[in-house]
Each structure stands twice: as structure tokens, then as C-alpha cells.
């Protein structure tokens, strides 16, 4: 078990790029989550994939962001045309959910910081 | 909608000394409650897990309770030592997603 990776570490680049990150799951998980957390403020939910399903997408913050888990193996967050709005750290989670449906802990990778000058 | 309070003032407390967070939610009947800590530039690492028909769950010199009534869970950090200096995260949640509070600091001093 290696844990949750995320790649980069940081992210710097300028307003109206586009960036993409990427989250590599603990490989037994069939769960995998994207949050966004600013400062001072607890994560985000934004949205999240059973295997290569992603289930909910409602919160994604706006149509410039989308998230993809081909395969349902690694998965990719995506923002086009940036805004200094965006600039937080871009945290991806991965877990295990049984038959039960019952709640599992949630193993996080150390995130992607993101800064949009 | 649903909201999630935790203390927003630092908690600064002496070593060896009883740490307790509170973590109130509103418009909300989380089936469980999770505890993760934060140290800062790193991701959320777990902590505890209790669920609604759980009263109280420890680990080590941790202890959680949860009251559906009160809409209130409580974590305490017995003994505590300047390591577990953090902000801590509580996480009402049903069987698809985790929300988040803003989390409380833990400031431990020798």
C-alpha cells in the first residue's frame, strides 16, 4: 500500500491556462474523490467515481472543471481557462465501499496546490 | 442546508491536559461521523469512525461521542502531547460523500 498519489505537488500558471492534475488511488479502492480546500476552510467535495462511474458531478464549481477515471483506475482533474479564483489546494481521496453501503474512511493523497497569478 | 460548526478559535491548551472539539451540524442525520487530522501542506489523515447507533468510540488516547440528539459529536484527546498540535476535521456524513467542517487547530505547548 503505497498510499494516495497526486501529482504535481504544485501548480503555477497563469490566468486563462488550462491545467490538468492527476490522482493515482490506493489500487484496492473502488472509490476515488476530488475536494478543493482554501485557506482556513475544511475540503470541499467536488465530486467523486465508483470504478470508472463518476456519480456525482452537481458540485463540480463551474463547467470549467471536469474530472475523468478512465478505466477506473488513476483519475484526472481538469480546469480550463483559470482564474485566480481557483488557486487552493486540489486534494483527491480514494476509499472502499462494500455491498452495505457502509461508510469507509477516506485515505487522502497530500494534494496538488494550485496558484493562478 | 446543511452546516457543520466547529470551534473557529485555535484551542491552545498545556501538555498532558484533557483536548475536547466539538462538532455541531444542523439540517443534517448523518448515518455516521467520521475524525480526520490535518497537518498543514498534507492531506486529511483518519482518525475515527462512529456510527449513528454508537455512542462513544475510543482508540488509544482518543475518545469520540455522538448524540443525533444533540445533533453533537465530542473528541477528545486524553494525555495530550505537543505532536498532536493539528486542526482537526469532523465529517457528519450519509453512504456516498464526506463533508467537512472547517476543522478546529489543536495547539499543544510543552
Known amino acids: 500500500d503505497t498510499g494516495v498519489s497526486q501529482d504535481p505537488r504544485h501548480k503555477i500558471t497563469k490566468r486563462g491556462q488550462n491545467v490538468t492534475f492527476r490522482c493515482d488511488p490506493i489500487?484496492?479502492?473502488?472509490?476515488l474523490y476530488w475536494y478543493r480546500q482554501t485557506l482556513g476552510q475544511g475540503p470541499e467535495f467536488l465530486t467523486y467515481f465508483q470504478n470508472e462511474a463518476q456519480l456525482e458531478k452537481s458540485r463540480l464549481l463551474s463547467d470549467r472543471f471536469s474530472a475523468e477515471r478512465p478505466k477506473g483506475s488513476f483519475s484526472t482533474l481538469e480546469i480550463q481557462r483559470t482564474e485566480q479564483g481557483d488557486s487552493a489546494m486540489y486534494l483527491c481521496a480514494s476509499s472502499f465501499m462494500d455491498w452495505t453501503g457502509s461508510g469507509s474512511p477516506l485515505h487522502f493523497g497530500n494534494g496538488t496546490r494550485l496558484t493562478v497569478t | 442546508s446543511q452546516k457543520i460548526e466547529q470551534n473557529s478559535e485555535a484551542l491552545n491548551i498545556q501538555e498532558g491536559k484533557t483536548a475536547t472539539l466539538t462538532c455541531n451540524y444542523t439540517?443534517?442525520?448523518?448515518?455516521?461521523l467520521q475524525w480526520y487530522r490535518q497537518d498543514p501542506g498534507r492531506g486529511p489523515v483518519f482518525l475515527l469512525l462512529?456510527?449513528?447507533?454508537?455512542k462513544e468510540k475510543r482508540k488509544e488516547r482518543l475518545k469520540v461521542t455522538f448524540d443525533t440528539t444533540l445533533k453533537q459529536s465530542l473528541f477528545h484527546i486524553t494525555a495530550s502531547q505537543p505532536a498532536d498540535s493539528a486542526t482537526y476535521l469532523c465529517a457528519p456524513s450519509g453512504y456516498s460523500t464526506l463533508t467537512f467542517g472547517k476543522g478546529t487547530m489543536l495547539l499543544v505547548s510543552p
Open positions: 439540517n443534517y442525520s448523518p448515518a455516521y
Open positions: 462512529i456510527r449513528e447507533n454508537e
Open positions: 489500487s484496492e479502492h473502488n472509490r
